[in-house]
């Protein structure tokens, strides 16, 4: 179907396409407020070591960060098993949690929950950074490693408000609205074909009953044209000679006797 067509069509049936879109407007309306924002907050932390590995007059310990990104992806490892985050996730149905380790070779943390609420995503983020300080300390407590060389976890920067994500909202809404609207313009078109084929066939019969126009043969074959239609007009004289006109040759003849006589 032609554009112009489809936008005549629409035009010819503004009765279904009108309420359809405004059905699918309200539709996207409601899925919008029956579906509630996420919520999402971020953690960041860094792995330092303990001062017992440090030079003796070492005073910075974020001079020596290099070799620790092992053990941060050791932690991250251990709080993402599927076990631990079962455990945590039970207490808060629909939430997410993501930890990765931020950076090449630093040993950076990144710990972004995702939650129904506010106040859910804010308990959930406590918990999660709380996890992966106390999952660090029980690892070097099997080992056995000495206080002062027991490496640390710190806390750079934590959210204090959530960030509202409408991705999943947004999809929701706009699936719902496309999809009435995608059924509007079926409904449209599956009405405009029907009634088309009623009017086809309503008007079939009419024309078998119209008398056949009656043939005309003095009228000219309009399919010729110039000297076509000069030779049929002359094979028409050679079918159909014309007669002579007795009448005025008798008419001729009496007169030229009476004026002999």
Known sequence: ???????????????????????????????WMAVEPEYERQGVQIVLPGMGSLPEDATNPYLYLSGLALPADIVVQAVMGENVLNEVLEDFPGAQ???????????????????????DAEKLLAIMMDRTTSTLESMQQEESIADSSRMSISTLAVDTQSRQIQRTRLLIAGGAALLVAAITLFVTALVDGLAKRRRRSASAPAAALEPAPPDDPDRDDPDLE???????????????????DLGSRSARESRSGVSGG
């Open 1 to 31: 179907m032609k554009l112009a067509d489809a936008w005549r069509m629409l035009l010819r049936r503004w009765y279904i396409v009108v309420p359809g879109l405004l059905l699918a407007a309200a539709c996207g309306v409601a899925a």
């Open 226 to 244: 110039g000297p076509d239609a000069e030779l049929a007009a002359l094979g028409a004289l050679d079918e159909h000679p014309a007669r002579p």
């Open 97 to 119: 949690v993501d930890v990765t380790r931020s950076g090449t070779s630093a040993p950076i943390i990144t710990i972004t929950v995702t939650a129904e609420s506010d106040a």
